[in-house]
């Protein structure tokens, strides 16, 4: 069974400024971050 991931702080607020840009969607986002996109709506 798969662990769960844990991130960096660094990490979490690049992928985070990434998001509301506008440039790209968010399932662009989290594909290339390799994150879920449920991630984001929290």
Not at 15 to 29: D, F
């Amino acid at each position: 069974m798969q662990k769960r991931r844990t991130h960096a702080p660094p990490f979490k607020a690049k992928v985070a400024l990434a998001a509301p840009s506008g440039n790209k969607r968010i399932a662009e986002v989290s594909s290339e971050y390799g994150v879920h996109q449920t991630l984001f709506n929290k």
